[in-house]
């Protein structure tokens, strides 16, 4: 049982630094059947990533959004997610505790919430697990 945030699943889709350990700890969560909890905004956080290495930075091709695009819906139908409403209290009260962006504390207020590792490559997360009170998937592995 893991949380797990857009820029991990993003690297799923396409590759860049760390894909490969995004790929194998999924892999392994899901072929366990272990749940992965996320915000609702996952999806839409995740294909607007897309969207932008396509689009604004010009990394890939419209072939690799529509192939990406079929591995972000494919996936986020394995991922149990948890309506905003619900932790936006919790998560406002992690951005204005820990400089974080609402956005990220709603990926932080789930993993706290179910007591379960996070898979994130966010630099500020990872400098601010500790702080936070969590524990990163990829420490384990």
Avoid: Q, R
Avoid at 113 to 134: C, E, Q, R, W, Y
């Amino acid at each position: 049982m893991i949380t797990i945030d857009a820029n991990a699943i993003v690297k799923l889709a396409i590759t860049e630094k760390d894909s490969d350990k995004a790929y194998m700890i999924i892999n392994s969560e899901t072929s366990k059947e272990n749940p992965l909890f996320a915000p609702d905004i996952i999806l839409a956080e995740a294909l607007n990533a897309i969207w932008v290495n396509f689009g604004v930075k010009k990394k890939i091709s419209e072939k690799n959004v529509d192939e990406a695009f079929d591995i972000l819906t494919s996936i986020f139908g394995k991922i149990e997610t948890i309506p905003t409403g619900s932790i936006a209290n919790l998560a406002m009260d992690i951005s204005k505790k820990h400089k974080l962006s609402f956005y990220d504390s709603l990926y932080v207020a789930v993993s706290l919430m179910h007591n379960s590792p996070l898979l994130t490559f966010d630099k500020k997360i990872v400098s601010k697990a500790k702080d936070l009170g969590i524990i990163l998937a990829w420490a384990d592995h």
